[in-house]
C-alpha cells in the first residue's frame, strides 16, 4: 500500500479549490458589490503591502481609502474619525491589538462606524467582539473580498440608519 502524501494548504491551492465565480470575484476578474455610493474607508494594518494593494483596488473601484500603517498615523486622524463611513481594521498589529482599536473608537466617536476585521490568522472565537464589528475576513481571501465586506458593512449601517430616521418620525408624528 503507497504512503499518502501529507497535503499542505497553500493560498494558490485554495485557490484552485474555489468556484470560477468565486474565484474571479475575490481576485478581482468579477463581481464586486457595488454599493450605492461608495464609502470613505479607514484602514489601519501595520502591513505595507496590504494597505498598498487594497488602497489601489478600491481607488480602481471608486472609493476613498485614508491608510493608517502605525498608531501615531492612527492618532492623528482622531479628530475625523467621524468623517469615515467604514473602516478596515488588522487584528494582529504590532502596536496594539484590532479589538482594542475598534474599543478604543466606539468610545471616542460620535457615530457607530462599521468595522471590517483582517488577520492572517484564524479569529479568536472565544474573544468579545466590539458591536461595531461586523465581519472578520482572512487575508488570503485578497483585497476585493475585503474590499466586498467594507461595502457591505457600509449598505448594512445605512439601511439601519434609515431604520432609525424612520422609527424616530413616526415617534415624533
Given at each position: 500500500?503507497?504512503?499518502?502524501?501529507?497535503t499542505i494548504e497553500t493560498p494558490m491551492s485554495m485557490y484552485r479549490g474555489l468556484e470560477n465565480s468565486k474565484?474571479?470575484?475575490?481576485?478581482?476578474?468579477?463581481?464586486?458589490?457595488?454599493?450605492?455610493?461608495?464609502?470613505?474607508?479607514?484602514?489601519?494594518d501595520d502591513d505595507p503591502i496590504f494597505g498598498k494593494i487594497v488602497?489601489?483596488?478600491?481607488?480602481?473601484?471608486?472609493?476613498?481609502?485614508?491608510?493608517?500603517?502605525?498608531?501615531?498615523?492612527?492618532?492623528?486622524?482622531?479628530?475625523?474619525?467621524?468623517?469615515?463611513?467604514?473602516?478596515?481594521?488588522?487584528?494582529?498589529?504590532?502596536?496594539?491589538?484590532?479589538?482594542?482599536?475598534?474599543?478604543?473608537?466606539?468610545?471616542?466617536?460620535?457615530?457607530?462606524?462599521?468595522?471590517?476585521?483582517?488577520?492572517?490568522?484564524?479569529?479568536?472565537?472565544?474573544?468579545?467582539?466590539?458591536?461595531?464589528?461586523?465581519?472578520?475576513?482572512?487575508?488570503?481571501?485578497?483585497?476585493?473580498?475585503?474590499?466586498?465586506?467594507?461595502?457591505?458593512?457600509?449598505?448594512?449601517?445605512?439601511?439601519?440608519?434609515?431604520?432609525?430616521?424612520?422609527?424616530?418620525?413616526?415617534?415624533?408624528?
Open positions: 500500500m503507497p504512503k499518502t502524501q501529507k474565484r474571479s470575484m475575490l481576485y478581482g476578474g468579477g463581481d464586486v458589490f457595488k454599493p450605492s455610493s461608495y464609502p470613505r474607508i479607514l484602514l489601519v488602497s489601489r483596488s478600491a481607488h480602481q473601484l471608486g472609493a476613498s481609502v485614508t491608510y493608517c500603517e502605525n498608531i501615531t498615523d492612527f492618532g492623528k486622524l482622531s479628530d475625523s474619525w467621524n468623517d469615515f463611513d467604514v473602516a478596515v481594521i488588522d487584528c494582529n498589529l504590532g502596536f496594539t491589538n484590532g479589538y482594542e482599536l475598534v474599543d478604543y473608537m466606539e468610545h471616542y466617536t460620535k457615530k457607530s462606524i462599521p468595522v471590517v476585521l483582517v488577520s492572517q490568522t484564524k479569529q479568536d472565537k472565544k474573544k468579545r467582539w466590539p458591536t461595531t464589528i461586523r465581519e472578520f475576513i482572512h487575508k488570503k481571501l485578497g483585497p476585493f473580498a475585503v474590499l466586498n465586506a467594507a461595502f457591505e458593512a457600509y449598505e448594512i449601517s445605512k439601511i439601519y440608519e434609515d431604520m432609525e430616521l424612520t422609527n424616530k418620525k413616526k415617534i415624533l408624528n
